[in-house]
């Protein structure tokens, strides 16, 4: 089975790290300088996996938050909704408050009034009963008899009599006065009860629409800095998680740098770039177009179509511009799929070091096994940082 690659050819951007593609009769002995061993701590750098384990977490806290914030928006609306809604009940509020006190000032004025009429009504009943009483001490009905029956002179009798009829007519106005003003007295005491009636009945209106505003105000702003205040926790968690992640990724890229130079080291010490003949001559697939029309042709083996090989021509462009001869001096990937290590190819055929076929069919075997079609191999290839498959 195919070994696992580590970082692309031309993804290889870090000190170091360069794509070296060998020309045509041009000696590769170069001296290799002994690196030192790798640090005895490097066991403990943090793997790739753990970096992504990190950002996964990072991410779930970062989800956690957004939804936290979301909720957040939500209660917003809701507290301001609240708070509108309490400024129109209090609106409510200061109109019934306004129109209890209206109500209260015409009660007022009625039970003014009453008291008023009360006064007049009684003094016209004791007039009327002064009025009546001299009137019967007089003689009452009797007295008209009694003054025709008398030898008094007849202009005398007339006075008397004119005088006794106006004394009656005044008594019956006091009657009629008495009794309109005790029927005022009656009507007013009415209204004021009809008056007391709706005040009670606005002023309690007034109070409950007032309380409910106030209890649905505080209750959404007390909501609303629950959610802010565990918002800000989740959101210091998320960034710390993040922190943590770029720190583990630091490390990792420490330990990546400390095996590269133990592998080029181990390269140096072995003699493994002496394995493949930088100057030998190309047998195949040659040139780009050919590679690809080559790899082209060879998709319908394994059931791909031509968004297969869209993601095919991208990867290998990222991976070594389809270059037969592309080699990577900082990890020792070699060729098209760029091989790691580099002698993997040979499972292909013999020829593996010059023949880009070669080359492609060992590619298209390993994409196959491992990540079951081009484009799930380029999108590993772009998920990661930095980009390998």
Known sequence: MAVRRTRSANADRRPGGRLRLVVFGVAAAMAIPLLT??????????????????????????????????????????????????????????????????????????????????????????????????????????????????????????????????????????????????????????QAKQAEDIRVGLEQDADTKYQAAQAAKAAADSALATQQTQGAVLQAQAASLESQAADIEAQYWVGYDARQKAAEAANAISGSDSTIDFSAPCTGGCSASDAQSFAQGRMGAYGWDGSQFSCLIQLWNQESGWQWNA?????????????????????????????????????????????????????????ENPHWY
Do not use: R
């Open 327 to 383: 080699y990577n001096s900082s990890s020792g990937a070699y060729g098209i799929p760029q091989s790691l290590p580099a002698d993997k190819l040979a499972s292909a055929g013999a020829d593996w070091q010059t023949n880009g076929d070669t080359q492609i069919n060992w590619g298209l075997a390993y994409i196959s096994t491992v990540y079951g079609t081009p484009c799930g191999a380029w999108n590993h290839e772009i998920s």
């Open 37 to 190: 061993a790798v640090p005895a701590h490097a066991d403990d750098y943090p793997s790739w996996d753990q970096v992504q384990a990190a950002k996964a977490n990072a991410a779930a806290a970062q989800a956690e938050y957004d939804k936290i914030q979301a909720l957040i928006g939500q209660l917003q609306q809701a507290a301001q909704a609240a708070a509108a809604d309490e400024l129109k009940k209090e609106f409510e509020y200061t109109t019934a408050k306004n129109a209890l006190d209206a109500q209260t000032t015409k009660l007022d004025a009625i039970n003014n009034q009453v008291g008023t009429a009360q006064k007049d009504a009684s003094q016209a009943k004791t007039q009327y009963g002064k009025l009546t009483s001299q009137l019967y001490m007089s003689g009452g009905g009797d007295l008209t008899a009694k003054l025709l029956l008398s030898n008094g002179h007849a202009s005398d009798l007339l006075d008397q009599l004119g005088a006794v009829s106006q004394l009656t007519g005044h008594v019956a106005q006091l009657q009629t006065y008495a009794k309109q003003k005790q029927n005022v007295v009656s009507v007013l005491q009415a």
